[in-house]
């Protein structure tokens, strides 16, 4: 795209569209938008050219989002959530407001596919967790909740990615763990730097099960 990053946001009105336009979309609220905070959020809009950035110094703006000067929010439409970076608590540059986004533009759990790879590929998260079953099982349902329930004890620190059984585009991976679908349902970690990893077959998911997998690797 050739529209200038980030996007001036005057008014309720384009900051509601702005967020609502987007799967994920991400605002910097300034009161000097020529502050040293101002510019390196600029700058690290300029490395996600994926993610939109709005940028708004309107006081019934920052009011009606409920935030003070000098704070980053991401939203995501797909779960209806948002975090916020409060850079009033120390000086972020560029690097950590790009980690900010790279960690919270993914959902709590992301479904692996061709277009979610590459979120996955790019995000700064070191550890992933994998939960590789079918989708069509009736136990599935109670599975995600479960599997998402434990995703949060976890925000920032392992990315949790659910990839199904049925996508022949996920035949690669599950050879990769060495996996066959009678085996399934089974939890996979992995440790992108080295490629270390340990696979857990199992015949029903627990959130006390998913901890203890996660925290015996990650010791």
């Known amino acids: 795209s050739t529209t200038e990053k980030p996007v001036l946001l005057n008014n309720i009105t384009d900051a509601e569209a702005f967020v609502s336009g987007a799967e994920v979309a991400v605002i910097g609220f300034f009161q000097d938008p020529q502050s040293r905070d101002a510019e390196q959020f600029r700058l690290a809009a300029g490395e996600i050219p994926e993610v939109p950035f709005g940028l708004s110094t309107s006081a ?32 972020y540059d560029a690097r950590a407001l790009i980690r900010f986004v790279r960690i919270n533009e993914l959902r709590l759990v992301t479904e692996y596919n061709p277009v979610t790879a590459i979120g996955v590929m790019q995000s700064p998260i070191e550890f992933n967790l994998l939960l590789i079953t079918d989708k069509m099982s009736p136990k599935h349902p109670e599975q995600m909740r479960k599997f998402r329930a434990a995703a949060e004890l976890y925000m920032g620190k392992i990315l949790f990615i659910l990839l199904d059984s049925n996508l022949k585009s996920n035949e690669r991976v599950m050879s ?37 997998f996660c925290n015996h690797f990650l010791q």
């Open 60 to 91: 019934a703006v920052l009011s009606h989002y409920g935030v003070s000067a000098n704070t980053v929010a991401l939203f995501r439409r797909v779960d209806n959530d948002r975090k916020d970076l409060d850079m009033n608590d120390r000086d």
């Open 176 to 212: 990769y763990f060495q996996l066959k679908k009678s085996q399934l349902p089974a939890l996979a970690i992995f440790h992108t730097p080295d490629d270390e990893h340990e696979v857990l077959t199992l015949d029903d998911i627990s959130i006390k099960r998913v901890q203890d």
